[in-house]
């Protein structure tokens, strides 16, 4: 199952196999994409479908100070080189669009303020060019803001279409702007973007319509992680969130519904994929620890669409490859997945 084709909206993918969206800080100043950028995607075109890295769809909002960003004519044409490598390779790629919200501090924006549903921060520090600094405490975003940022998203779309992406993948996961209203750990407005699942996914939805109207919704897909902790996250019913979610998704008929399975942390427990599966009748992708054989099991059994790989394509730029033929893995080398250049990056072997 795993190495059959698969139809994702607009797109036909060779295998089962994403390679999923995993931030590396290879970027130059001015968030802009490059060269060795898009030799590490080009390795790795054998994936049914490569998602990069979350890009930003507008400026002041790095949260990691070198990812890249898709919001001005000097990025869109730095990203051809990117597209046209994978493309090169036989490949299909979406561009992960993204905004920070708390995440993104001062310190690594030019001062530029950090906003979100709620003036709530995350825990803890972070590292930016001023070293080690506590998050930010975020400005809570006013109802007349609002319409801006889904623009922003539309605009980051379309802007990846002309550098030549197949589509993009919305960046509802892991504690960012989106899931800053998604999720009522965070959000804790009393208007009408807070409060009730409708009113705390208004947003998410505001974006969806914008995105899909721009370039279509069969090139748009959406990652979800209604249990990752990541980014002091937490809801209160994580179940009926994604119950919610999926069924309301529907309507939308988006190239797929991306979910991310557990918690980094482990902090939070629970069976989200089996209600994602249960009420989205689209092409649904797991994510988040499946090896060979769990992910075989998951399609066979049609619980799963397709599977997405993070560290397995980070550290096997032939992972399908590898697979199919059984053979060992490289182990990935956590100490470079976020320091610069080649070293971690584009010099794992393949077979």
């Not at 279409?161 to 899931?179: K, P, R, S, T």
């Not at 994604?242 to 629970?270: P, T």
Request: proline share 5%; with cysteine; glycine share 10%.
């Amino acid at each position: 199952m795993l190495f059959s084709s698969l139809q994702a909206g607009a797109l036909t993918l060779p295998n089962r196999m994403l390679m999923a969206p995993l931030t590396r800080t290879r970027a130059d100043a001015g968030h802009m994409p490059n060269a060795l950028m898009a030799e590490y995607y080009a390795q790795r075109a054998s994936a049914g479908l490569v998602i990069t890295e979350c890009t930003m769809v507008a400026p002041g909002t790095s949260a990691f100070n070198a990812e890249p960003g898709i919001y001005s004519q000097e990025q869109i044409e730095a990203w051809k080189q990117v597209t046209a490598a994978v493309h090169a390779k036989g490949g299909r790629i979406f561009m992960q669009i993204w905004h920070a919200g708390r995440a993104a501090h001062p310190a690594m924006n030019d001062g530029h303020e950090n906003v979100s549903s709620s003036a709530i921060s995350i825990d803890g520090e972070v590292h930016t060019p001023q070293g080690k600094l506590p998050n930010a405490l975020p400005r809570e975003l006013r109802l007349d803001e609002i319409p801006a940022l889904v623009a922003a998203y539309a605009q980051g779309a379309r802007n990846a279409i002309a550098a030549g992406f197949d589509g993009v993948e919305v960046h509802g996961a892991n504690g960012y702007l989106i899931d800053q209203f998604l999720r009522d750990g965070a959000n804790k407005r009393t208007d009408a973007y807070g409060g009730s699942l409708e009113n705390r996914a208004r947003f998410l939805f505001e974006v969806l319509d914008a995105v899909t109207a721009a370039i279509g919704a069969d090139r748009v897909g959406l990652r979800l992680s209604p249990l990752n902790s990541y980014n002091s996250m937490i809801d209160s019913d994580p179940v009926a969130l994604i119950s919610f979610l999926a069924e309301r998704l529907n309507s939308y008929k988006l190239a797929y519904l991306h979910v991310m399975r557990s918690d980094f942390f482990q902090a939070q427990k629970g069976d989200v994929m089996s209600p994602a599966r249960a009420h989205y009748k689209g092409l649904l992708v797991g994510n988040m620890g499946y090896g060979l054989e769990e992910s075989q099991q998951a399609l066979a059994a049609g619980q799963l669409d397709a599977v997405a790989f993070g560290t397995g394509f980070l550290a096997n730029p032939d992972l399908p490859a590898r697979f199919k033929a059984g053979a060992a893995l490289n182990a990935p080398d956590a100490s470079t997945f976020y320091t610069p250049g080649a070293k971690g990056y584009t010099d794992y072997p393949t077979l």
